[in-house]
T-cell receptor, first 113, second 112 residues
Framework: DTEVTQTPKHLVMGMTNKKSLKCEQH?????MYWYKQKAKKPPELMFV???????INESVPSRFSPECPNSSLLNLHLHALQPEDSALYLC????????????FGSGTQLSVL | GDSVTQMEGPVTLSEEAFLTINCTYT??????LFWYVQYPGEGLQLLLK?????DKGSNKGFEATYRKETTSFHLEKGSVQVSDSAVYFC???????????FGAGTRLTVKP
């Protein structure tokens, strides 16, 4: 299994909703990442988990809350989002922190109304 | 800080044409350089990489050479196919850093 699986593929939510994005990999990777990609822009790093511990938070607003319950799962909890948070949210993993080959999921396309 | 600049698109070519997508970088030290490809509706996939000066990365007919003297990592392919239509991202990662920095992306459309 060489895939990173993200669910849901599409999500529409209101500004008062609470929702979660899920990411799963079974490659034994110990680093997992959340990226945000606006239309026609490059992915921007949000969070990095190394060995299930948060190691990088790129000054992301607290309405985004990451969680890594085990080495295979990564969640992104969403609360009180703004319309400008609408984007493609990509999860990625790598064998070890700092290892250069990232495996990306196909993303969750999020629309905030 | 470290950054990547790549040519603006979109680029439209006919099948079997020669492709060049320019990429230059700014970094302290000796970063690793990458090209990622994103097909419609999918996440990014690593296409090729080079980790030191004068290295050439290659995959699926695509090539790029790490040129320290010109701080460049241009992507080339001798004969593109319709299936190469995608967005191509140049990226770098500094030594000892977990942060992969991407360029703005170049959309390539290949017409039959």
């Amino acid at each position: 299994d060489t895939e990173v699986t993200q669910t849901p593929k599409h999500l529409v939510m209101g500004m008062t909703n609470k929702k979660s994005l899920k990411c799963e990999q079974h490659m034994g990777h110990r680093a997992m990442y959340w990226y945000k990609q606006k239309a026609k822009k490059p992915p921007e790093l949000m969070f990095v988990y190394s060995y299930e511990k948060l190691s990088i938070n790129e000054s992301v607003p607290s309405r985004f809350s990451p969680e890594c319950p085990n080495s295979s799962l990564l969640n992104l909890h969403l609360h009180a989002l703004q319309p400008e948070d609408s984007a493609l949210y990509l999860c990625a993993s790598s064998l070890q922190p700092g290892v250069e080959k990232l495996f990306f999921g196909s993303g969750t396309q999020l629309s905030v109304l | 800080g470290d950054s990547v600049t790549q040519m603006e698109g979109p680029v439209t070519l006919s099948e079997e044409a020669f492709l060049t997508i320019n990429c230059t970088y700014t970094a302290t030290g000796y970063p690793s350089l990458f090209w990622y490809v994103q097909y419609p509706g999918e996440g990014l996939q690593l296409l090729l990489k080079a980790t030191k000066a004068d290295d050439k990365g290659s995959n699926k007919g695509f090539e790029a050479t790490y040129r320290k003297e010109t701080t460049s990592f241009h992507l080339e392919k001798g004969s593109v196919q319709v299936s190469d239509s995608a967005v191509y991202f140049c990226a770098l990662k500094a030594q000892g850093n977990n942060d992969m920095r991407f360029g703005a992306g170049t959309r390539l459309t290949v017409k039959p």
